[in-house]
Every structure is written in C-alpha cells, then in structure tokens.
C-alpha cells in the first residue's frame, strides 16, 4: 500500500539545478527519516543526503555544500534541491524512508522505483 515517488528527474548541464521530489502515499502512521540515495552505473548505491522528522539532515560529502534536503512533513514529501551540478552526479537518485504503516508494529524501510539525472552538455 505505500508508496514512495519520485519526480523531477531529467537532463542537465553542467552547473546547473535540479530539484527532486518524493511523495509518499499510502496507509502511513509516521516517517521517521527520508532520504535521498543515488547509482550511478557500475557502482554501489550511496548516501546523497537524509534528514530526520525534526529536520536534522545529513550529507554524503562528494555533494556537501551543493545540495539541499528538505522535507514537507505535512504534505509527507521530501526533497532534494540540486546546485552546481557535476557530470559525476548523474545516476538514478532513489527516495528512501523509514515509516511506520497503519496496523503496522514497527518502522521499516521503502524505497521509490528511482528517477534518472544525467548532467551533461
């Protein structure tokens, strides 16, 4: 039943900006952390960024400092502002969250299906 899904995905130039979005759905009690990770071809999925319900966020340090995570807890919607964007940066970036379901007994773990950023000129 949830859901996450991610948007905003796309073709960029280098130094550019980007904005990604995640919407959760579903039957969802609360969410704990949401976050961002990212693969790029022939590599292992990493951390982009995450941030906690009060909004305590975290950054993977090949992006510190050139992206921004933030979160609607209202609308249960994250999102990943993208600056200064590198060819380096291109790969799937994947919604993840860590969210109680209704009936549920305890949190776990949803991923979105994943939206492609390729920055290239």
């Known amino acids: 039943q949830v859901q996450l899904v991610e948007s905003g995905g796309g073709l960029v130039q280098p130094g550019g900006s980007l904005r990604l979005s995640c919407a959760a759905s579903g039957s969802i009690f609360s969410i704990n952390t949401m976050g961002w990770y990212r693969q790029a071809p022939g590599k292992e999925r990493e951390l982009v960024a995450d941030i906690t319900s009060g909004g305590m966020t975290n950054y993977g340090d090949s992006v510190k400092g050139r992206f921004t995570i933030s979160r609607d807890n209202a609308k249960k919607t994250v999102y990943l502002q993208m600056t200064s964007l590198k060819p380096e940066d291109t790969a799937v970036y994947y919604c993840?969250?860590?969210?109680?379901?209704?009936?549920?007994?305890?949190?776990?773990?949803?991923w979105g299906k994943g939206t492609l950023v390729t920055v290239s000129s």
């Open positions: 993840n969250a860590n969210l109680l379901p209704v009936r549920a007994i305890r949190y776990m773990e949803y």
